[in-house]
């Protein structure tokens, strides 16, 4: 009996239970104030804010936030290891990224005004 328990635990391990629980991908919200602002991530993906795109899980976005009228801003979202991917997760996790979680999420941006003179 022992040794069915201690298979089926090592088999868990190395299975990716990560990977089937909370998948590869997640989804990132960007929020802006003031809201409307084009939203382009270094994977090719865009958005008006306030929105959500699907990602990898352990690779880094470059986001660029602009508007007409604000300054431009630039955030990055990295892959931080997550409590429940890091218990869950076996070695098969580690490779696919499900271990991770990209943060800040959500990534709440203030765009500054632009003065202009006159």
Not at 4 to 10: K, L
Not at 17 to 22: G, Q, S, Y
Not at 32 to 41: C, H, L, Y
Not at 85 to 101: C, R
Request: proline share 4%; with cysteine.
């Amino acid at each position: 009996m022992k040794k069915i328990v201690s298979v089926a635990v090592m088999a868990a391990i190395l299975s990716g239970c990560a990977t089937m629980i909370r998948g590869t991908e997640q989804q990132v919200s960007v929020n802006t104030n003031p809201v409307g602002a084009d939203i382009q991530f270094s994977n090719g993906q865009s958005c008006v804010s306030p929105c959500q795109i699907k990602v990898k899980r352990d690779q880094s976005l470059q986001i660029t936030i602009s508007k007409d009228g604000c300054h431009q801003q630039t955030a990055t979202m990295m892959p931080t290891l997550a409590g429940a991917g890091v218990m869950l997760g076996g070695f098969i996790d580690y490779g696919t990224g499900a271990v991770y979680d990209l943060q800040p999420n959500p990534l709440t941006v203030s765009l500054g005004s632009v003065d202009v003179l006159r």
